[in-house]
């Protein structure tokens, strides 16, 4: 049986930190899914809290067409500062992540503003698309500060060698497979101490843009950064992920939303403008 949106909902929202959560626990019960009378066109139909994902103007994923981004002048070097965080590997129905204690992860800094890291999950296939290439994979990473603004930086994933970070949480990952998780519940699987380098790797280059979260409520005003350097995952690990997943989640990429008129711009430290 697929997982109850109720559910669902409600821990993710604790997962990242959003909402409160005796407000979460007021949501209909509904059911949301990527394929079918339940897939990503109809999500805005399903409950009146998910009106956003068919009425928001600024929704993602999105398709970022190279040509058509603009130097943010005010953009700066992304600064990433995670640690060594206690982590938690979990499965919420629709994705599988990484939860860290609280403030536990580090933190990224985006307009001179720290974000706490509070989450990762990846999807499959890639929801953002680059020049309309959509990839094997992507990473989010999301993160939160003080004063309740959300960020994510998402990681672009292609058929390649495997990730190291993947690779740190393979067995684990095997481990996650063997738990069912029916109708109001997550598979929690404790990773201990998980190092975060590789997280942490030099960005040259990365795109900045204005949009959502991209599973309902589809919740607005959040700022993306998408790195501009594409990285490998293997195709056993990308299998690995789906494993644990039951078959309409297996495939957890929403389709690219319309930019709305928005502005994509581009950080390029090699660039003079």
């Not at 398709?63 to 640690?83: S, T």
């Not at 603004?149 to 949480?169: C, F, T």
Request: aromatic share 8%.
């Amino acid at each position: 049986m697929a997982p109850s949106v109720s559910s669902i909902f409600v821990l993710s929202l604790l997962l990242i930190g959003v909402f409160v959560q005796t407000h979460a626990k007021n949501e209909q019960s509904a059911t949301f899914s990527y394929e079918g009378s339940n897939g990503p066109e109809h999500w805005g139909s399903m409950s009146s809290k998910f009106a956003t994902c068919s009425n928001g103007k600024s929704q993602s994923p999105i398709d970022i067409v190279k040509d058509g981004a603009v130097f943010g002048k005010h953009l700066q070097k992304l600064v990433r500062r995670y640690n060594t965080a206690n982590a938690t590997l979990v499965n919420n129905g629709f994705n599988i992540g990484v939860d860290f204690g609280e403030k536990t992860g580090g933190v990224a800094v985006i307009d001179d503003k720290n974000y706490t890291l509070r989450q990762l999950h990846w999807h499959s296939p890639s929801e953002h698309l680059l020049n309309g290439e959509r990839f094997a994979a992507e990473l989010h990473l999301i993160h939160k500060a003080d004063d309740g603004g959300l960020s994510v930086i998402a990681i672009l994933l292609q058929d390649g060698d495997s990730d190291p970070l993947l690779e740190k949480i393979q067995d684990k990952l095997r481990e996650l497979t063997k738990e069912k998780c029916g109708s109001n519940e997550e598979a929690h699987i404790a990773l201990g101490e998980l190092n975060l380098k590789h997280l942490r790797k030099k960005t040259r280059k990365y795109y900045r843009y204005i949009g959502s979260f991209t599973v309902p409520p589809c919740t607005e005003n959040v700022i993306w950064t998408i790195l501009g350097k594409v990285r490998t995952i293997s195709k056993e690990q990308v299998e690995a992920l789906k494993a644990p997943l039951e078959p309409p989640y297996k495939k957890n990429a929403r389709p690219a939303q319309p930019l709305n008129g928005r502005k994509i711009e581009i950080y390029d430290e090699l660039s003079e403008y």
